[in-house]
């Protein structure tokens, strides 16, 4: 184990001492709740944060009115940040009633000198912040922050280091996320991404290796790579290796039965990738493959790196090796100079894409981005557009879906349904929903599912029993 984990582990065991003493003024355990915005990314820092807090002597919850909340926010949008602003109002409010609850923040937005600006101003009761790249400090700032009883505020510009091998609390047993890099170097013009998150660095094949294996024996079934732009892994590295190269090998590993990952820039998916993922069992039928935008002369402005046409290409190249895929998007509508007819090339991409899900947002200008100084497309234009666009994306999901129908597929059941307790909730390989009866003895198991029903973005199902 690196010094840097060693050392904080220590600061666990500090705390768990130091709240033992709380937990006797208190005549009970203290409680902690960790609220997560944002990307799968963020849903596995998550998992960090609530790993140290449980080893520390904490009883996580979801409830807000825990003795230590933390934010780990998001700053890709600027709704993402209102929301976070709203929240700690309320929290706030709570900490009045009782002055021992402490408040912490972290994560994307902690990145932006402004945000602390103003939570120094105006939120002066916050009593924790840090930002990405110290996250692994995490320990050690809470300790100090309840040894002290004063504020801890901690941000870096950046860091070259990557900690692991620090506890993690998963919030599915049989499923995880792996970090395999950090950081994004593409700066496409109007993200914040590369400004909150660093410049890209890979984490070495052998310790992110190490990790899946020791994630099989825990029970993991389900791993999802995690990186900005994963095709474009091992940059950087010694012994170079490829991102299909890293798939090959975690297909190597034991009891890991589904991969995914977790972003694929177009411009860097290359053949190999599509031939082992055509080849591979364990690899799921499902390609997150952002578009953004389907006009060629709005994507060069964006900083994207690929045309109309490229991706185009690219995608109906997939669809033709992999004829079961699915595959997902995320487009931008109102980005700085976007006319109508750019609007009608994006229509026209999903037309022929026939994207099996898209997440569509509006543009949103984020400080210190170039886009943030072109000129802005005023907000009545771009909501119709967006309208359009979604409500083409919804009737083409829609269309897809129906591809599976009366098909039996594997499914990995997740939980119970929150609806109908009768039921089961499972995941396709394609990431496609299906509720079927059954009950809680099937949570974490792979099993045949007959398609039965399609109800619009989501199936009803029945298990077939294996010979
Ligand atoms: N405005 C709107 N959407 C954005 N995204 C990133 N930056 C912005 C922004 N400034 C979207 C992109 C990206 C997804 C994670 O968030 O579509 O793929
Ligand atoms: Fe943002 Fe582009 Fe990096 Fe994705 S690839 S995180 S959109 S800069």
Redesign the pocket.
């Known amino acids: 184990m690196n010094s840097e984990a060693l050392l904080q582990r220590e600061y666990i065991e500090k705390l768990h001492t130091l709240l033992k003493e709380r937990e006797e003024d208190y005549g009970r355990k203290l409680t902690a709740c960790v609220v997560t915005f944002g990307?799968q990314m963020n849903a596995r820092d998550s998992e960090k944060l609530c790993g140290i807090l449980k080893d520390a002597g904490f009883i996580l919850t979801d409830d807000e009115g825990a003795d230590f909340v933390i934010y780990n926010t998001c700053t890709?949008?600027d709704n993402a940040n209102q929301r976070v602003y709203g929240r700690l109002g309320a929290l706030y409010s709570m900490k009045k009633k009782d002055p021992e609850k402490k408040i912490g923040l972290c994560g994307c937005m902690m990145q932006e000198p402004s945000v602390i600006e103003k939570i120094k101003k105006s939120y002066s009761f916050v009593d924790l912040i840090f930002g990405t790249h110290n996250l692994y400090r995490f320990a050690e700032l809470l300790y100090r922050m309840y040894e002290s009883n004063e504020k801890v505020i901690e941000i870096w510009d950046g860091t070259d280091r990557i900690v692991e091998e620090l506890p993690v609390d998963r919030k599915y047993p049989f499923k995880s996320g792996i970090n395999i890099m950090f950081g994004c170097d593409n700066y496409?013009n109007?993200?914040?991404?590369p400004y909150v998150r660093g410049h890209e660095r890979s984490r070495e094949a052998k310790d992110i290796l190490r990790e899946a294996e020791a994630l099989a024996k825990d029970g993991v079934k389900e791993v999802m790579l995690l990186g900005q732009n994963v095709n474009s892994y091992g940059r950087g590295l010694d012994g170079s290796i490829t991102f299909s190269e890293l798939l090959k090998e975690v297909e190597k590993v034991d009891g890991i039965e589904r991969i995914r990952f977790m972003?694929s820039h177009p411009k860097d998916l290359s053949d190999e990738l599509i031939k082992v993922m055509r080849d591979s069992k364990k690899i799921c039928d499902h390609l997150h493959l952002?578009l953004?935008s389907g006009s060629s002369r709005i994507l060069k402005a964006m900083n994207r790196r690929y045309t109309k046409e490229q991706y185009l290409e690219l995608a109906l190249k997939i669809r033709e090796e992999i004829p079961d895929i699915a595959i997902t998007t995320?487009?931008?509508t109102g980005f700085p100079g976007e006319t109508d007819e750019d609007v009608e090339d994006t229509l026209d991409v999903i037309r022929k894409v026939r994207f099996d899900n898209a997440?569509t947002?509006?543009?949103?200008?984020?400080t210190g981005?170039p886009?943030a100084s072109m000129e802005q497309v005023p907000e009545v234009l771009t909501k119709e557009r967006f309208d359009r666009v979604l409500s083409l994306v919804q009737a083409t999901a829609k269309e897809q879906i129906l591809r599976y129908d009366k098909r039996t597929m594997s499914a990995l059941v997740e939980e119970i349904n929150e609806q109908d307790p009768s039921l089961v909730t499972g995941r396709l390989t394609n990431n496609t929903i299906v509720h079927f009866p059954g009950d809680k003895s099937l949570i974490g198991s792979i099993v045949p599912v007959k398609l039965t029903e399609c109800r619009g973005f989501y199936y009803l199902g029945e298990r077939i029993q294996e010979e």
Do not use: K
């Open positions: 990307c890709v949008r496409c109007y993200c914040i991404v972003t952002p953004q995320d487009i931008i997440f947002f509006i543009y949103s200008r984020r981005t886009a």
